[in-house]
């Protein structure tokens, strides 16, 4: 008896830590987005280049390799993630700024964000109601990404519209797998650090819409 | 983009498919596997997205 109210109190202390988590993520997430939209505001207003986007996802990807999971237990854990966003955003300001001298361009951006807005939500919905374990999804995942970053690899050096294309394609579906991935392992407490857990969201919205703009600027002959 | 910023992506990406490779190593021999009807619940909101993507290429055409 003793042990079976142990277990029924263990289980929704779980479910309480599960909660905290998600909201804190969802928190912080919103906060680095709101964070990611300034600096890419910053970014256009000074006209920042093109290449300062490969300069700044290269520096994110190094925080975000080295330094993001030794601090992510402490609270320089925050400031690191904010600088990661905050990079991460003054390179989509090169890049929208680009965009804008396009015919279509606003148009183009502002459909990319909804679209992305209605994938991330949608697919978080269906990952919290239907609280499934989507985890098993993990090693198909991540050999997905090593197929759509070698087809990239070569794409830099070919240059072919096709392959951007498909690339944009598989990381857009590869992304939304990992939407329902990551928020599946919160709610089932696979993940309980809700600073990885925003870094792995914020990633798959980050590149769900630089995919989805580069998907609609090829589509749309711009 | 110039041969040097085309080597500096190609190496950041090479970077990334290592790491890729080892999570998809250690997913592979400790993740959980998937149960009848597993990826028929991940096929469906994937095809949805398809469709959207799809909606928004004809949107901006």
Not at chain 2, 1 to 8: P, R, S, V, Y
Not at chain 2, 41 to 60: D, R, S, W
């Amino acid at each position: 008896m003793a042990n079976t109210q142990y277990s029924v109190l263990s289980g929704a202390q779980g479910t309480i830590s599960a909660n905290k988590v998600l909201k804190n993520t969802y928190m912080l997430l919103s906060a680095t987005l709101g964070f990611s939209a300034i600096t890419a505001v910053i970014s256009m207003s000074l006209a920042l280049p093109g290449w300062m986007y490969l300069v700044s996802v290269i520096g994110a990807m190094v925080m975000g390799i080295f330094v993001l999971p030794r601090t992510a237990n402490s609270s320089a854990g925050i400031g690191v993630i904010f600088a990661i966003t905050g990079l991460l955003g003054l390179g989509l300001g090169s890049i929208l700024t680009m965009y804008l001298a396009l015919p279509k361009g606003p148009e183009i951006i502002a459909t990319a964000f909804a679209g992305t807005g209605i994938i991330f939500l949608g697919l978080s919905g269906y990952a919290l109601t239907s609280k499934r374990d989507f985890s098993f999804m993990g090693g198909f995942l991540f050999a997905g990404i090593m197929v759509v970053f070698l087809a990239a690899i070569a794409n830099i050096f070919l240059a072919l519209p096709a392959l951007a294309l498909a690339v944009s394609a598989g990381i857009i579906l590869l992304m939304s797998g990992f939407i329902l991935f990551d928020t599946s392992r919160i709610i089932n407490g696979g993940e309980t650090n809700y600073i990885m857990a925003t870094y792995g969201l914020y990633l798959s919205l980050f590149n769900i819409f630089i995919s989805l703009l580069q998907i609609l600027g090829i589509m749309s002959d711009d | 983009m110039d041969l040097f910023l085309k080597i500096i992506a190609a190496a950041a990406m090479g970077m990334m498919v290592f790491y890729a490779w080892r999570a998809y190593q250690q997913w592979q021999e400790h993740g959980p596997k998937a149960a009848k009807g597993d990826w028929q619940a991940v096929v469906l909101p994937l095809a949805l997205v398809a469709g959207l993507v799809i909606l928004l290429i004809a949107m901006v055409r």
